[in-house]
């Protein structure tokens, strides 16, 4: 076993090692590169306030930077018997450098630290999601358009209702988009604020400039209160796993909609062949294990915040190590939700639907209420007409031309689809990602 930042005297049991570290290793991999910046950062302020010589800086950049470019290029490993990736930079520093390497936590510990690097990480991930949501988005409407004069039946109950269109059914699901992504957005508003300075959770007596480290990092400000921003553990994580779970919410949705639509009995839409699976034993089944898969995975993803919640539930203030077991269902999950978007956006765009569904006069009584309102806009009374059309239909003699004049604003006629890339237009434009981009080259380059 290999010494710890924090072993002095006595060595820690083996199991117990074991136990606490956990899964540590594996998963603060997903933190490296961004525990590299933030002590680019937190060193580039310790000289500025005297606790390091300028010559220290220069050599502790450099050998930072090589660290930063082997996480990038994923050549980062936690050695064995490294507790974590904040022991571990610390002692590829101290190894290269001497005793200059040990200069760099001060001022610091690995509390706040790993609340640094869940916000850098965190940041960044949304900046992916953010993107691939608004290609989703993207296809969404381009379908809607395409397809804006396709009735389709609209359901309630699963019963057939009234008359849709396949403007209408891809266009709600780009609007849909639209309310998530301002869940993400305030979700990155709060993650994107600099706890670093916070040290164990009470500051330091060292004369930090957590206003420099707020500069060199791109965050918009600080979580200014040191115990707040140690709070902050766990409620960054919860927020951002909401606005996760409510484009995994859409998605899973939009997942279910197109497994029933193409199935046989609906025969609404035709996925591409190169995007269904087949059967062992079925030799004509072409199956949408792509959509089901989704649905299960945004499920998943929809029960995060309450997993999350579940960890640190009802801590009190301070840190504890429970906090830890946080990045086990958290870190991974921005893969899982980005495969999802990528999987359906690919197959959405492809999709095919069928333009002749409404022939089949087993949709006629859709438009039951056309026929309504053309009687009540001649004069009879609405109920007078609901009721006549019901008898006819009752007495198999409804009839209707199968169109629809339908004008309103996001009606079949009118879908507004122009207004609702507005509105993701507004949103995508608030998250100013350049502004993080800038900051974190300019460090890197220093
Ligand atoms: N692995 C720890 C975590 O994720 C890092 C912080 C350790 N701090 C401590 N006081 N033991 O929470």
Redesign the pocket.
């Known amino acids: 076993m290999a010494q710890k930042l924090w072993e002095k005297s006595v060595q820690v049991n083996e199991n117990i090692d074991r136990f606490t570290v956990g899964h540590?290793r594996e998963l603060?991999l997903y933190l490296s590169k961004h525990d590299v910046l933030g002590s680019m950062a937190h060193i580039t302020m310790l000289e500025s306030i005297g606790l390091l010589e300028a010559g220290e800086l220069k050599v502790l950049l450099a050998e930072l930077k090589n660290i930063y470019k082997r996480a990038e290029n994923g050549d980062f490993v936690i050695e064995d018997g490294i507790?974590?990736v904040?022991s571990q930079v610390e002692l590829m520093l101290t190894r290269k450098l001497g005793d200059v390497g040990k200069k760099i936590h001060s001022g610091r510990?690995?509390?706040d630290?790993?609340l640094l690097d869940l916000k850098l990480f965190t940041r960044e991930q949304i900046k992916d999601i953010a993107k691939d949501v608004e290609h989703l988005f993207n296809v969404l409407i381009s379908q809607s358009n395409k397809y804006k004069d396709v009735l389709m039946p609209g359901y309630t109950h699963l019963q057939i209702a009234m008359p849709s269109s396949f403007g209408l059914w891809f266009g709600a699901y780009a609007e849909s988009l639209v309310d998530d992504m301002l869940f993400l957005h305030a979700a990155y508003k709060m993650c994107n604020k600099n706890p670093l300075g916070s040290a164990?959770g009470y500051g330091s007596s060292f004369p930090l400039n957590r206003t420099m480290t707020t500069e060199l990092l791109g965050f918009d400000s600080l979580n200014y209160n040191v115990v707040y921003a140690q709070m902050g553990r766990g409620k960054m994580e919860r927020n951002v796993a909401f606005a996760l779970a409510s484009i995994a919410g859409t998605i899973s949705k939009l997942a279910f909609d197109a497994c029933m639509f193409s199935s046989q009995n609906f025969g609404f839409v035709k996925l591409p062949d190169e995007c269904t699976t087949g059967s062992s034993i079925m030799p004509h089944k072409k199956n949408p294990d792509v959509f089901e898969l989704t649905r299960a995975k945004c499920n998943k993803i929809q029960s995060l915040p309450q997993q999350i919640m579940m960890i640190m539930n009802n801590l009190p203030s301070g840190?504890f190590?429970d906090?830890?077991i946080i990045?086990e269902v958290f870190l991974p999950a921005f893969k899982e939700i980005k495969d999802c978007i990528e999987m359906t956006t690919y197959i959405i765009d492809k999709i095919k639907v069928n333009e002749h569904i409404l022939d089949d006069d087993r949709y006629l009584y859709i438009f039951s209420v056309e026929e309504v309102n053309r009687l009540a806009s001649e004069g009879m009374p609405f109920r007078d007409a609901y009721k006549k059309v019901g008898l006819d239909i009752e007495a198999g003699k409804f009839t209707h031309n199968k169109e629809v004049h339908h004008t309103h604003e996001g009606s079949v006629g009118n879908l507004c689809n122009d207004k609702i890339q507005e509105m993701m237009g507004d949103v995508v434009k608030n998250f100013e990602f350049d502004k993080v981009e800038r900051a974190e080259k300019e460090l890197l380059n220093r």
């Open positions: 540590d603060d507790e974590d904040h510990s690995r509390n630290q790993v164990a840190y190590r906090l830890q990045k």
